[in-house]
């Protein structure tokens, strides 16, 4: 049996519940259509979502189609509950995404887009409401391939195949020309082009009349394509549930192997057995007894994951896109026990994570954060149901988060009697948007593996908070670069107090940046309002790009900071008496425009907070004493070799520094076990030697100014491996050349790195790989003054690069460049160094323009010739 998973998306109030009652009554699932005015929906299986008539919850049901089975998630519309819609994205082959054929492309109808496009999900298109008068079906076309992609093509059956065929085969320029040469493209070519989101075909239909709905089910057995799952058990969660006993259900969906009753799952922190296998269609339920690759499901026994978790071979998914931007104060009723309220709410932040349940210890208050007004009038409905707790919301407020401004070290002791643990962070500025990443570069020798993951666990399980306001810190990236461990008093524990103390060091030791969300913001209004619009959102901090003319009214585009634009939506309603729209898209988050204002109104004292201490704790005589976070790195155990770029100035400043670019080393320990697989079943297991980096010397001391701030080359040969794809869509100009032609991507990389070598004398070695890709059984060509490697089929780059490094590192230097990917870690145990993808960018770019200032030289020297001659022909003549 086939599986897929497909998962429909809307705005709201476009139809997709009937729609999906339509596809259950279409393939005999249904005796009766079901519609949600009349509250009788299959899928609308909660008493609120009844009552409201909107889908809060993503549900399933099993679609019966011959050989294939299809598993329909239907997923929320309302924008207050897009997190539960983007939850289910990470578990789905396909999409259906509905557009009202009355409304046209709506603003969540572009968000959902986005997002498809995020998790490279293939999409059908439904439009929906064509029985309602008004509706123009050609407009619609032409207003899909203008709002969302030029790849929508019409499917429905009043198309001749030979039309269709044409508009599927000018998507692609490969079936074009197979097209012009058959004169045709068959049903599994076009699959293909859907698959790899080439084509997006488009059904025509009213899902109330059940009009089109024949059409797509159609569709979707001809143009879609099963996956190909490992053999190796792998499965994504989703999802976290209580049935109505109370029994906790976690959703997930099996990407590899197959899941089993009474089966063991574990992950680092836990292992636990599958108690029941259920496969649920709506409200109902079928226990089975295994569940094979592509099957969705909820199991019970499991009381520690989380969504969004990789079991088995599955790796942890991304950060999610859309995030709550509002924060909001619960106020309980008279009489109610705060830490018993939290205990009950913590149930449900682990069904909705975004919640980002937090107790204010000082305050003894409980905050959360939300979507939107309907998001929390649900809430309070859910939770007097669920706990019978009355509970009000105070306004809500921006949730602004932190990062910091250059790279720091902090550091963190914990040594009361009979325990001991020091750990020392490396903190550096991530890109905007890049979150949070966690990697270790201690050596073995120093600290234990099973430490080292301890502390990098430590660091992944919890929140942690800035020290401007006490928001969430983010866009870092955290490296473990030093520690040590007792023998005998070293407790996990140990490790956790010394971890968090070393973060929150590191954040007091640093500037730190305030940061506030942005929307990008569209506009369309009439243009006697232009200019109010255009004031308001520059009065908000924001910018905006010229008018442009849409149809009878204006459309202004532009960005602006979320605490500017709340409510500014109705305003917009009330100046333009109705006939204006206003569309807003998360876009990221900026340095507040505010900061100091906002902070001295939000009031936080950061060393008064007693859950996030940044002082350490040492023992001397028997007992421990408290030393405050500016004064630790006097008390220190282990020195990480680690300067400060004030100190770095003034080494590069002593004589006899090398002028080279200082290269920071982020590789990870952790593996990926696919990767490790298909190495060791191609060269054998790996015997990795222990790499231990440099010693840099200790900070205040007279050699510190006599050092070079870098590690300096070995005598010898050095080689430089460049991970290929991994640099190319690293890269934004390399990867928009990429989305066009992965050939001319590759030319273009492989001539700057030839420019590179002619004037870094290295041997440079370029590694694109063939994972998953057929290809030949591999080869190695010269290409000018480099080598390029195709890797043989089944072999990644990766594999290719610890094997070659193994080798080289014997006798040689040994760097390699690759992107800092949460799928594909090198192994870098052979005493190669990592540069990141944005080092070596700064790296190509710096030599480029060393070389055109070689060359100006060269041109000044070379217009000076004839005048020197002139001048020697003088002196002759004398």
Known sequence: MKRLAVGILAHVDAGKTTLSEGLLYTCGRLRQLGRVDHKNAFLDTEA??????????????????????????????????????????????????????????QSHTRTLWRLLGRYRIPAFLFINKMDLPGTDREALLRELKASLSEGCVDFGADQSRGEWMENVAVCDEEAMSRYLEQGELSDTEAAALVARRKVFPCYFGSALRLSGVEELVRGLSLYTQVPQYPQEFAARVFKITRDAQGNRLTHLKVTGGTLRVKMPLKSREWEEKVDQIRVYSGA???????????????????????????????????????????????????????????????????????????????????????????????????????????????????????????????????????????????????????????????????????????VLSHLEERVHRGVLTGS?????????????????HTEGGDFRQATYRALRQGLMSAESILLEPWYDVRLELPAE????????????????????????????????????????????????????????????????????????????????????????????????????????????????????????????????????????????????????AIFERTYGPVKRREFVPQKLPLQGTEQAAKREAVRPVMA???????????????????????????????????????????????????????????????????????SVVYTRQAETADAYIEKTTYELAKQYRVRVATSDGMEQMIILGHGALRISARVFRQEVEMVGGQIAELLAQINRYEKSRPVQAAFEKAKKKE
């Open 472 to 488: 969430p810190i983010t866009d870092l990236n955290i490296t473990l670069v030093a520690g040590r461990a007792h023998v005998k």
């Open 284 to 454: 109902k339920f079928q226990p089975v007894d295994e569940a094979p690759a592509g099957t969705v499901c909820a199991v019970t026994g499991l009381s520690k994951t989380r969504a969004g978790e990789g079991l088995g071979a599955e790796g942890a998914c991304e950060a999610p896109a859309l995030e709550p931007m509002l924060t909001y104060r619960v106020i309980l009723p008279q009489g109610c026990d705060a830490h018993s309220a939290m205990q009950k709410l913590s149930a449900l932040e682990e069904e909705d994570p975004q919640l980002h349940l937090v107790w204010n210890a000082r305050l003894r208050e409980i905050s959360l954060q939300l979507m939107g007004e309907v998001q929390l009038e649900i809430l309070k409905t859910l939770i007097y149901e669920r706990f019978g707790l009355r509970v009000e919301f105070g306004s809500g407020s921006i949730v602004y988060k932190e990062t910091i401004a250059a790279a720091v070290e902090g550091v963190g002791h914990y040594e009361p009697l009979r325990h001991y643990a020091e750990v020392h962070l490396l903190l550096e500025p991530g890109e905007r948007g890049s979150g949070l990443h966690f990697a270790s570069t201690c050596p073995e020798a120093q600290l234990d593996r099973s430490w080292q993951r301890l």
């Open 716 to 786: 010898g040969q050095e080689y430089l491996l460049v991970d290929g794809y991994n640099i190319i869509f690293a890269w934004d100009d390399l990867k928009a050349v990429a989305r066009e032609s992965l050939d001319t991507a590759r030319k273009l990389l492989m001539d700057l790195l030839s420019n590179y070598q002619a004037y870094r004398k290295c041997e440079v070695i370029l590694v694109f790989d063939a994972y998953r890709v057929p290809r030949n059984t591999g080869e190695v060509q010269r290409y000018h003054n480099i």
């Open 48 to 105: 609120l979502e009844r009552e409201r008539g909107i889908t809060i919850f993503s549900k399933q049901a099993v679609l019966p189609l011959g050989d294939l089975e299809i598993t329909l998630l239907d997923t929320p519309g309302h924008v207050d509950f897009s997190s539960e819609m983007e939850r289910t994205l990470q578990v789905l082959d396909y999409a259906i995404l509905v557009v009202s054929g009355s409304d046209g492309v």
């Open 529 to 676: 309002n232009v200019g109010r619009a255009m004031t308001d959102i520059q009065r908000m901090g924001g910018s905006c790009a010229p008018p442009e003319p849409c149809g009878e009214l204006t459309l202004l585009t532009g960005s602006a900071p979320v605490a500017g634009l709340r409510g500014y939506g109705r305003e917009v309603l009330s100046y333009t008496r109705g006939r204006g729209k206003l569309a807003c898209f998360f876009r990221g988050y900026e340095p507040c425009r505010n900061q100091a204002e906002v902070i001295a109104a939000i009031g936080y004292d950061p060393e008064r907070d007693l859950e996030q201490p940044a002082d350490s704790i040492f023992c001397a005589h028997g007992a421990g004493f408290s030393v405050p976070w500016n004064q630790v790195r006097n008390y220190m155990h282990v020195e990480s070799g680690f300067r400060s770029h004030e100190e770095n100035q003034q080494a590069e400043s002593a004589p006899g520094f090398s002028a080279r670019p200082s290269v920071s080393y982020t590789g990870a320990l952790e593996q990926d076990k696919e990767l490790q």
